[in-house]
Every structure is written in structure tokens, then in C-alpha cells.
């Protein structure tokens, strides 16, 4: 069983730019959450989707967004992008029950440089 | 943004002893605890978790403990080997599958 997968693993931009980052999760799951972390913030919880649709938002501005499609890869978008930006971005895949549904299955990552 | 601590703490242990990682939590309405574990390069992996309603669940060679009266949970890891060596992010579950992390604790395991 594959499990999810982030594209790209690395990414360098400038400042200014936008950015589109992937995320295809397990074969069956249909939730899928993205955090940003920073040695400075932390995991923090960016937002989730769940059949085409957002359910869950953190407290990041406009400029991120996202998407997922009929197939539950999701995608997600930095635009104007700022130097604080620079973070590792993770995706993380559930079946997306509704509740709690203990673990959630974490891709590597894509690690985003803006300079 | 929303935080469980704000420093990265590390723990040193040496291999085969018992390794005790701990964390507070803020928020008293959170229905699940969970523990990571993250090594270098990778996300995060699952380790175990616990309801709001328990004090304490065993998995193996792990053991999490909740104590609600002082907003506190811990992860003992027993005969800790090399291979534990990350960083341990305690979470709380708010609602549905959004998750807000702890700071972290780094784990070195000394051979």
C-alpha cells in the first residue's frame, strides 16, 4: 500500500512568486490536512479537505489556499510569497470519517525556500 | 499561532534505560492526545494515542500518560534503543482531523 506522497520534495522561489504544492494521500482516504512547519512555529494546521471541500482552517492568511479533487489529491497555493514563508509543508491523509480517527498518515514533505 | 509550549527541549538517554518525555497542554476541552514521532527528513509518524476520559494507555514499549488536573501528558518510551532518536511532538485533537502540535522534544539515545 503506497503511501502519501508529496511533490515536489524541494522547491526554492523568490520572493514575490507563487507556489503550488501536491499531495496524494492513501489509496481510500479521502481527508486531506496540510500543516506548515518552522523552527521558529512549529506544526501548525493549515487547513483540511475533505470531498472537494474545506472543512477545517488555521489561522493563516489569504494568500494560502487550497484545493482537493474528485480523486482526493489535493493541492496547495502560496501566492505573493514572503521570505517567512520558508517552511517544510506537510500533507497528511485520513480516511475523513467526520470525528477523531486516530492516526494520520504524514508525507515527507516539501521543503519550500523563498528568497 | 495556537501552541502546546514553545521551546525544544532535549532529552539524553542512554540505550536500554527508560526515557520520559513530557508535555503541557492548553486546552481543557480537547477530546484526544496523541504522540509523534519525527526523524530527521521524514513526516511525522503515529505513535499512540489516548482519550480525554483516560489516564493512561500502554502500546508497545510505549506508555502515555493524561493527568487533566494539571493539563499534563507524557510519553514513557521502556528500554529505549537508537532507533527512538527524533524529535516527540506531543497534539491535541480539537475537532475532526485538525491537529495542534507541541514544540517538540528532541530524543538522543547514547550507545
Known amino acids: ?115 | 499561532g495556537e501552541s502546546v509550549g514553545l521551546h525544544l527541549p532535549t532529552l539524553s538517554v542512554q540505550e536500554g534505560d527508560n526515557s520520559i518525555i513530557n508535555c503541557a497542554y492548553s486546552n481543557s476541552a480537547s477530546d484526544y492526545f496523541i504522540w509523534y514521532k519525527q526523524e530527521s527528513g521524514k513526516g511525522p509518524q503515529f505513535i499512540i494515542d489516548i482519550r480525554s476520559n483516560m489516564d493512561k494507555r500502554q502500546g508497545q514499549r510505549v506508555t502515555v500518560l493524561l493527568n487533566k488536573t494539571v493539563k499534563h501528558l507524557s510519553l514513557q518510551i521502556a528500554a529505549t534503543q537508537p532507533g527512538d532518536s527524533a524529535v516527540y511532538f506531543c497534539a491535541e485533537n480539537k475537532y475532526g482531523n485538525k491537529l495542534v502540535f507541541g514544540a517538540g522534544t528532541i530524543l538522543r539515545v547514547k550507545s
Open chain 1, 1 to 115: 500500500k503506497a503511501g502519501v506522497t508529496q511533490t515536489p520534495r524541494y522547491l526554492i522561489k523568490t520572493r514575490g512568486q507563487q507556489v503550488t504544492l501536491s499531495c496524494s494521500p492513501i489509496s481510500g482516504h479521502r481527508s486531506v490536512s496540510w500543516y506548515q512547519q518552522t523552527p521558529g512555529q512549529g506544526l501548525q494546521f493549515l487547513f483540511e479537505y475533505f470531498s472537494e471541500t474545506q472543512r477545517n482552517k488555521g489561522n493563516f492568511p489569504g494568500r494560502f489556499s487550497g484545493r482537493q479533487f474528485s480523486n482526493s489529491r489535493s493541492e496547495m497555493n502560496v501566492s505573493t510569497l514572503e521570505l517567512g514563508d520558508s517552511a517544510l509543508y506537510l500533507c497528511a491523509s485520513s480516511l475523513g470519517t467526520g470525528g477523531y480517527e486516530g492516526e494520520a498518515f504524514f508525507g515527507q514533505g516539501t521543503r519550500l525556500t523563498v528568497v
